[in-house]
């Protein structure tokens, strides 16, 4: 059976009350879709929200002349999971006091106090890393599964631009040798698949153009809601289909 995943996730270094933590990667959230469509999703209540939340690089503007800070995690991957998971907030009796922020979320503006709101709703809907892990067993269990017999029984787990993927992946499980059975140590990046193709196909047409990016295909999927974790793997999996 093939499994295609993508995840978010908090990478470098975190600020600690004795200076500053090892590199790390804490996963944020996590999407897998299985080739007999099922879907998997989920959002983890153990990252470090505070830092992700205030987590920022230094840019240049344009002109070089000025810098600002950029708050790519929050704009990117929190807000969007803040308006998904306030949105869950519509059948409660209190939803009138989540409507405000939704309507915020709208005109792209927030602060510290949607960070509190974001925290509540994470520690609400999230789920623990063993939680995730447990979750994932069972997902991955073809053996249940009537499509054994078309499919196989043992996973493959398809990526794009992968390497950190997995490794936050493996480490829902702790060391690699503490894999589920049956899972392979490695995942397949389609990044690499593309590449690969690419030259192929520049190949087999006598084109020395070395500019021509598989990309450019008419058919090439086109990613819709990127930088959420389940719709990212549901176009890594159109991307498999394509190559």
């Known amino acids: 059976m093939k499994y295609f995943l993508d995840t978010e996730f908090l990478e470098g270094t975190q600020k600690t009350w004795f200076g500053y933590s090892k590199p790390t ?30 987590r920022f690089d230094i ?18 991957v929190l807000k969007p999971i ?14 009138d006091t989540w409507l405000e922020v939704i309507t915020l979320r709208e005109n792209g503006v927030y602060g510290d106090r949607h960070y509190k709101t974001l925290k509540k709703l994470i520690n609400k809907y999230g789920k623990s890393n063993k939680q995730i892990a447990e979750e994932v067993i069972k997902f991955t269990s073809t053996s249940e599964c ?27 499980f702790g060391k690699m040798i503490d894999l589920p059975q049956g899972f392979p ?29 598989l990309q450019e295909h008419p ?13 990212d793997a549901k176009w890594v999996y159109e991307l498999y289909k394509f190559l």
Request: glycine fraction near 4%.
């Open 185 to 213: 140590m490695y995942c397949i990046d389609l990044k690499q698949e593309l590449e690969r193709l690419t030259q192929e196909v520049i190949r087999d047409c006598g084109n020395n153009d070395n500019s021509y990016k």
């Open 219 to 231: 058919n090439y999927p086109k990613q819709t809601n990127e930088h959420n974790s389940l719709s």
């Open 146 to 172: 009537r499509f054994v017999e078309e499919y196989g029984d043992k996973p493959e787990f398809y990526g794009y631009y992968a390497d950190y993927d997995w490794v936050v992946f493996c480490w829902l």
């Open 82 to 95: 803040h308006y998904e998971l306030a949105s869950k907030e519509v059948s409660t009796p209190s939803y």
């Open 59 to 76: 840019k240049r503007t344009k002109t070089g002349n000025n810098s600002y800070r950029d708050y790519w995690l929050r704009d990117n």
């Open 25 to 54: 990667i804490d996963l944020i959230s996590i999407g897998i879709v299985a080739e007999d469509g099922r879907e998997y999703y989920a959002i983890s209540n153990e990252f470090n929200l505070k830092e992700a939340w205030h």
